[in-house]
C-alpha cells in the first residue's frame, strides 16, 4: 500500500513550487508522481499537420519526486504525515500522524 496515491490532495513541502497544493494525477512510479499544476515546465512541441497539433511552447506537468511533497490535512490545514493502521475488520488504512485521524474512508 502505498502512502500517496492518485486523487490525493497534496502540498509541495520542498522546491520551487513549495507552498501550492494539488491533486496528484498519476502515480508515474514508486518514488515519482504527477500534481496538477505543479512543477510545470515549457516544452518546445514540433507541429505535426498529419494529425493537426499545431506547434509551439506548451506547458507541461512534469514529475516530482514523493520526498517532496505531503498529504494535505485539512483539520491541520498543513501538510502531514501519513502511517498505516489495522482496524478491527481487518482493514489496513492510512492515517495521519499527527492525529490518527483516517485519511481513507
Sequence with gaps: MQKIK?????IVIAGKDKGKRGTVLRVVDENKLLVENINIARKHKKANPQVGEPGGIVDQAM?????NVALYNPQKGSGDR????ILEDGRKVRVFKSNSEVVDV
Design 63 to 67: 514529475p516530482i519526486h514523493v520526498s
Design 82 to 85: 501519513v502511517g498505516f493502521k
Design 6 to 10: 492518485k486523487g490525493d490532495d497534496v
